[in-house]
Each structure stands twice: as C-alpha cells, then as structure tokens.
C-alpha cells in the first residue's frame, strides 16, 4: 500500500491499469470495506481517500467531534494499493471560493436540515474525481440522496468516472454503518431506527422510543428518515 499525503506527487504518479476508487472521511467501517472489496472485484488497482471535508459540515460541533482515525484506518487499508490522505490547505489552496452547487434536489430532505452541506459535499467529490482520475468510483446507498447528487453531477458534467452504487451495510440489529455510529451512547436504542423507519407511523414511534426526527418521506420509491439519538444524527432509507 502506497500514501500519498501529497497531492502532486499523486498526480505525477503513473499508472496504467483500470482504477477504482472509494472517497471516504476516514473511521472506516466494514460498509467502507464492502465497497473496497466491490472496487478490487471490478478494477485492477484500488484507490481510497480519507479527508475530513469541512465544508461539508454545516453544524462546526459535529465537524469537531467527528472521529479522527488516520492510524487505525490506514491499519485497515495494508491490502490496498494507494491511499490519498492530504490536508485541507492542499484540497482548498485559494480557500472555498469555487463551489459546486445543485439547486433542485439539494434543497429537500437532507439539504433542508444541513444548509450547505451538499454543495460541499459535490465540491469535495468533484476535486477528488479530477485527482482520482479513477474509470470507477463506489457510493454506498446509506446516503441515498448524496449517490443521486454525485450520480447527476457526473453525467452533467461529462465526467469519465463510472459512478457505482452499493448497497447499504448493516450491523446485526439492522443499524445502517456509519462513522458516527461510535459516537452513540445508546447503541442498543439505536438498532430501532430502521426497524421503525418501516412502519406507516413511522414518526410517532420513533418520538415516542426518545428520537428526535429531523424528517421522514417517501421519496423516489425509497422512504427516507433522519433522527438524532445522543446529538448524534442518523440516516438511512428503505
Ligand atoms: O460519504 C462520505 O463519506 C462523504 O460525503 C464523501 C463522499 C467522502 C465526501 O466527503
């Protein structure tokens, strides 16, 4: 396994074989490895980022208590072939002043409780497939309405890179994984998310367990549900 903290000499390296690629913020967890294993299925050599994008962090407490693992995820990544881990003054040099921005389906569901976040979301994920330069890159469906972002983006951008959706990973109880999910204190509580999220009274069961719900809608042909449990927020779709 090769880092590259160093985003010129990432693109100065040459490689010849088909890439994929798997942009994350690091905390991995085995959802993140199923889309390593779909990469190194599909392509010949495997790339994964880890940066913490701030600007995609609408709420700076939660940018804060976002779990910082570069050690241990790097431990988890021996089997890999590069691993792109730079700084923010290397993705932002001129600060965020260029910004891509969707004003359609950004604005609902998650893009009404977290202003900003999709356009630093796209951002981010723009510059990471110009570096990546990648024939594929994996998304998980967790974050259902992030894959349709990414997924308009790159055909309306004409990118090259193949977006690939993969479907969402799941600890025992049903809990979607998730970075924050080492955050939670109730954990056990936590596994009722999905399990209430199926039910036509969805919101009201799920207030009544002790959730906050930021929303919860039908939307296209999944019903999508977001909650806070510990100050920590959840997301998943069915
Ligand atoms: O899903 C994530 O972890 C992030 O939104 C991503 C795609 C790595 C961009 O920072």
């Not at 600060?95 to 202003?115: C, F, M, Q, T, W």
Request: charged residues 25%; glycine residues 6%; contains cysteine.
């Amino acid at each position: 396994m090769k880092v590259f903290h160093d985003l010129q000499e990432w693109r100065r390296f040459k490689r010849t074989e088909t890439l994929g690629f798997v942009p994350t913020m690091g905390a991995l967890h085995d959802g993140h490895l199923s889309l390593i294993r779909r990469s190194q299925q599909e392509n010949q050599r495997t790339l994964v980022s880890i940066f913490i994008n701030p600007t995609q962090f609408n709420d700076p407490k939660d940018f804060q208590n976002y779990p910082q693992t570069l050690e241990q995820d790097l431990a988890k990544l021996q089997h890999i072939d590069y691993v792109l881990a730079p700084n923010a003054g290397q993705i932002y040099p001129h600060g965020y002043h260029y910004k891509v921005s969707e004003d359609k389906i950004s604005n609902i569901l998650e893009g009404a409780h977290r202003p900003g976040h999709f356009d630093g979301m796209l951002t981010v994920v723009l510059k990471l497939l110009n570096l990546a330069r990648a024939d594929r890159a994996y998304f998980g469906e967790k974050d259902f309405q992030q894959l349709q972002l990414v997924r308009g983006m790159a055909e309306d951008f004409f990118l090259d890179t193949e977006i690939v959706a993969c479907p969402t990973v799941r600890e025992a109880d049903g809990l979607a994984m998730s970075s924050r999910n080492i955050r939670l204190q109730s954990r056990e509580k936590a596994g009722l998310f999905p399990k209430l999220l199926k039910h036509p009274n969805a919101r009201a069961l799920l207030e009544e367990a002790g959730f906050e719900v930021d929303y919860i809608e039908n939307w296209q042909g999944r019903t999508l549900g977001a909650v806070r449990l510990d100050n920590v927020r959840l997301i998943d779709n069915l």
